[in-house]
């Protein structure tokens, strides 16, 4: 991805929130390097002080430790920003089926308060984190924007629901906003740890300690796995477009090619496997099917590359050959 035509963005104030999270300090350190003046809004329920820990010394970064939840920390943090980039949430699907009201206090009403937030203090663009769960029980693919079914857990009617919000105070208010439905992203930082890890990097520390991952059913279930360098670029072009059309709308935010969880466990097999050729031997084991798991998940990204010049630069082989680097690098 070239930076170079993301110069305009050089002394803008870009508020992240939950912005030491994966996605969040993945962000900051390219709005960082481009020259953006950064305020990171973090309670870190879910990020952690260590991803943002190079920043600190940045004269450009800001950090403001609090939650969403609470309309005075969201206002106090957007004063003075040209945009936001809204990460902050509470993610996983299983997380939101065994505690449904934490998960939408947080993803709704916490959205609402940064929404709330951003429009008193005239914020340029808001542009948040939608989900590719939005499409719930649709049997379509590959995915498209304005096609979706019923949702299938807590946590796809939030993000749903940020969607409607979104839509309203853009008619309501004029705040001008798009949401990016996130698939499967993946690559450095991502946590390894807890009961809610992603299955990427929750693979690749068990294949290190040539411990045996658990596929959920028979591994045909097959998703659209996005590099972490496309979240970014998206996530760029929505702040930085021009084009009037491509306001107010949501994207999807993926590379348009699906995977399953049996190939997915050959390549990461494959590329560990250049650091410790033992890791090729491991056997994987097979479980039941997760509750809320849409068996296929594919986007269609054509939205996304006629009305923001959206141009993935890594497909699911190059993005783990750079997650594996950073991981064997990390958790050794």
């Known amino acids: 991805m070239d930076l170079n035509q993301f110069t305009n963005l050089k002394t803008k104030n870009i508020l ?3 912005g030491a999270g994966f996605i969040g300090s993945n962000l900051v350190e390219t709005l960082l390097e481009i020259g953006a003046k950064v305020t990171c809004l973090d309670n870190f329920a879910t990020g952690y002080k260590h991803n943002i820990a190079p920043f600190l010394p940045n004269e450009n970064f800001h950090l403001i430790e609090g939650d969403i939840r609470d309309l005075k920390t969201c206002e106090a943090a957007c004063k003075n920003q040209d945009f936001v980039l809204h990460e902050a949430a509470l993610g996983s699907v299983p997380r939101s089926i065994n505690d449904p009201i934490t998960s939408n206090e947080v ?4 959205f609402l308060n940064m929404l709330v937030a951003a429009r008193d203090a005239g914020v340029k663009r808001f542009v948040y984190a939608a989900s590719s769960s939005t499409y719930g ?26 969607e409607l919000y979104a839509e309203n105070f853009y008619k309501s208010y ?3 906003t798009i949401g990016l439905r996130y698939f ?33 059913g028979d591994g045909s279930y097959s998703r659209d796995f996005t590099y972490i360098d496309n ?16 306001l107010n709308q949501v994207y999807n935010t993926a590379v348009g090619d699906r995977t399953t969880l049996v190939q997915l466990t050959d390549l990461l097999k494959k590329h560990l496997s250049t650091f410790d050729s033992a ?22 990204v054509e939205k996304a590359e006629k009305l923001l010049n959206y141009k993935p630069t890594h497909a699911i082989d190059a993005g783990i050959e750079e997650a594996v680097e950073w991981y064997w690098g990390n958790l050794k």
Not at 141 to 161: C, H, M, N, Q, R
Not at 184 to 212: C, E, H, T, W
Not at 231 to 246: D, F, G, S
């Open 16 to 18: 992240v929130t939950g």
């Open 107 to 110: 993803n709704v009403s916490g």
């Open 137 to 162: 029980d649709s049997e379509a693919l590959p995915k498209v924007e304005d096609k979706i079914g019923k949702p299938l857990s807590p946590y796809a009617i939030t993000k749903y629901v940020n």
């Open 174 to 176: 004029g705040l001008n």
């Open 184 to 216: 499967n992203v993946f690559g450095k930082r991502q946590d390894p740890n807890g009961a809610y890890a992603a299955v990427i990097p929750l693979f690749v520390k068990q294949f290190m300690a040539y411990q045996s991952p658990v596929i959920n």
């Open 231 to 246: 979240v970014v670029q998206m996530n760029l072009l929505a702040i930085t477009t021009e084009n009037e059309e491509a």
């Open 279 to 300: 890791i090729a031997k491991v056997e994987i084991t097979h479980g039941p099917n997760r509750k809320g798991d849409i068996p296929h998940s594919l986007a269609s």
